[in-house]
């Protein structure tokens, strides 16, 4: 009784159509920059239309991308970043997650409310950029990393997952004497590792792709993260200083394809992760979903 | 004589009362202190970092001065909102505000729901598989790098146009137009979003009972009535609580992503209220009065949230809170 109608049919295939279009849609502009960047630049910009090889395979546009110092000092920076503030996002995230889940704890839910209300009103950017500077953390990478130190988001999915381990684990530790650092560190986190990896990946992705923290709060060219370098280079217009030593008739060309290899070596690290992630990304979604 | 009584017995209860919750308070702090010791840094963390800021929201009303601080700064009242609403600027970021807004609501809402619904329907599961992987890709792909991207294939001489040359349109700058920034930032918007929108209402999708579709299909349903009257029904809730949160952000579209599209030549269309406070508060130091613009916004959104999730909650039950 599973004969499908014409209608359904020709739906289907419609509907598969579209979906590959879709993928097409998708993919395509990143193939094109992917393409374009081991390009030979004076033929790139010769084309007109949708390319799908490499003509004249170059690598002049990674060598200079890489030669640039902007671009390395961006990428230590955010690594810093990533590194040192998933740290703590994760470490702060589980200590308000903890105490949240448990039972019988008297302020809890004058606790939520007062950090649920935070997702619903907030001072401002003005404030925000106020208070930072009074704390002295301006032209400083911990100005990136201190102010969203916990997103309330996260928080509350955290809180969920701690929720599905068992309480029995808790009460028989307790009866050996355990106190709630050990229950958290020694029982809770290694029963939830896969919502600990949906943290680091979520916090950790936000830290990779964030940048206008870093436009406000950081002068000193020295401290910027890759994106506000990206930023630059890709909108802002200025490959010039990547340009030096070619003469005037190469230097358009070779501009549009240091902008498509800095695209690549920017994002090259989040995609070729992302497959491996891809289910904790997902996870977190679904666990965030969940109404209590 | 009776009301004497009634004071008289009533003390006691009373004092006993207070003396259990003190003595309950007291008890919860000892049986829970390392709860509470985790839980301290926590709340230090929202009380600077979060309140804090809502404490300095004083200085709308006040003309602020680095010297004085949030609190020493002399008070003006109203001074910075009437300025702002008799600006010239006020109506244009509103209008610009909302109309995005609006179009996102329009448009890029629906969208992940049309694909959800259009994606339960494919029946090769590696291909289903597939087209989630390949359209969840752009939500991680970083703001710069899509803008990035569209300030080169929108130039002049740029894919897109390149494209369209084949068929005789002629060449626009995309992004030096006013009337193309709306289109292209609802456009990109649904292209980053649309695929990882469909999640949530994916999983919706899979808690749907299935002898509900067995029971139609018995009675005679096609596909297009099951997907109407039980595949829509059954993710009705969750397109409604999207829906609130939605409205709770009506004044505020993605302010990060603008500052990057726009230039001045598209302010007409692109200046929305949160690069107008941008400008005006860290690029002219006019702390004060972006500060007013931004309380505005706020209260404006924050009524919004209330209203919708009242209405809501009224009409059918489903609510944030």
């Known amino acids: 009784m599973n004969k499908l109608s014409i209608g359904e049919r020709v739906f289907e295939v419609f509907n598969i159509l579209f979906m590959i279009l879709l993928c097409l849609v998708t993919l395509y502009p990143f193939y094109y920059v992917l393409i374009a960047s081991f390009s030979d630049p004076s033929w790139i910009v010769k084309q007109r239309g949708l390319i799908w090889l490499p003509e004249g395979f170059n690598l002049d546009a990674y060598v200079r991308v890489l030669d640039n110092p902007m671009i390395l000092q961006g990428y230590m920076n955010t690594l810093f970043v990533v590194t040192v503030g998933t740290l703590i996002n994760v470490f702060m995230t589980a200590l308000g997650a903890y105490g949240l889940s448990r039972q019988n704890v008297m302020w809890k839910n004058p606790i939520m409310f007062f950090i649920v209300f935070t997702m619903f009103f907030s001072g401002g950017l003005i404030p925000n950029y106020l208070l930072v500077s009074e704390l002295g953390m301006l032209d400083s990478l911990w100005a990136l990393i201190i102010p969203g130190a916990i997103s309330a988001f996260n928080l509350i999915i955290m809180r969920t997952a701690f929720h599905g381990v068992p309480i029995s684990l808790e009460e028989s530790a307790k009866l050996d004497g355990a106190n709630d650092f050990t229950v958290l560190f020694r029982i809770i986190l290694p029963l939830s590792l896969p919502v ?97 | 004589m009776p009301a004497l009584e009634k004071s008289t017995s009533q003390a006691p209860i009373k004092e006993i009362r207070d003396k259990t919750l003190m003595q309950r308070i007291w008890r919860d702090a000892k049986m829970n202190r390392y709860v509470y010791l985790m839980l301290l840094p926590v709340v230090l963390y929202y009380a600077v970092f979060h309140y804090g800021p809502m404490y300095g929201v004083q200085i709308a009303f006040k003309d602020y001065s680095a010297a004085l601080g949030f609190a020493g700064s002399p008070w003006v009242g109203f001074k910075y909102f009437e300025e702002f609403f008799n600006s010239f600027f006020f109506w244009r970021i509103v209008r610009n505000t909302l109309l995005l807004s609006l179009y996102e609501l329009l448009f890029a809402f629906p969208a ?210």
Do not use: C
Request: hydrophobic share 50%; proline share 3%; aromatic share 12%.
């Open chain 1, 196 to 292: 600990i990896a949906v943290m680091i990946l979520f916090y950790g992705v936000g830290h990779w792709n964030s940048w206008f923290n870093a436009l406000i709060y950081l002068r000193d060219r020295e401290l910027y993260p890759l994106q506000l370098v990206l930023r630059e280079i890709l909108i802002t217009n200025s490959t010039d200083s990547m340009m030096t030593g070619t003469n005037a008739a190469d230097t358009m060309p070779i501009g549009e394809t240091i902008k498509y290899a800095t695209i690549v070596v920017a994002t090259v690290p989040i995609l070729v992760l992302y497959p491996f992630l891809q289910k904790y990304f997902v996870k977190g979604v679904m666990i965030g979903a969940i109404k209590e």
């Open chain 2, 112 to 321: 992940p729901i049309i694909l959800a619904l259009l994606m339960n329907e494919i029946r090769q599961h590696f291909f289903k598989r597939a087209v989630q992987t390949i359209t969840y890709i752009p939500h991680f792909i970083s703001i710069v790098v899509i803008v990035g991207m569209l300030v080169d294939f929108l130039a002049r001489d740029g894919l897109i146009n390149n494209i369209l040359g084949m068929f005789g349109v002629e060449a626009v700058a995309y992004l030096r137009e006013p009337e193309w920034f709306r289109t292209i930032y609802i456009t990109s918007g649904i292209w980053q979003g649309v695929g990882w929108g469909t999640i949530i209402y994916l999983a919706a999708i899979s808690n749907i009972d299935p002898s509900l579709y067995e029971a139609a299909k018995v009675d005679g349903a096609n596909k297009w009535r099951q997907v109407l009257h039980i595949t829509i029904p059954g993710i009705t809730s969750t397109i409604i609580i999207l829906l609130i949160l939605q409205m709770g952000s009506i004044m505020s579209v993605s302010t990060d992503k603008i500052l990057l599209m726009y230039n001045s030549s598209t302010y007409e269309t692109a200046d929305v209220i949160g690069t107008y406070v941008y400008r005006k508060g860290l690029l002219e130091s006019n702390y004060s009065y972006s500060t007013a613009i931004g309380l505005f916004n706020s209260l404006i959104n924050f009524s919004l949230l209330i209203l919708a999730n009242r209405v809501s909650r009224r009409m059918s039950e489903t609510k944030l809170w």
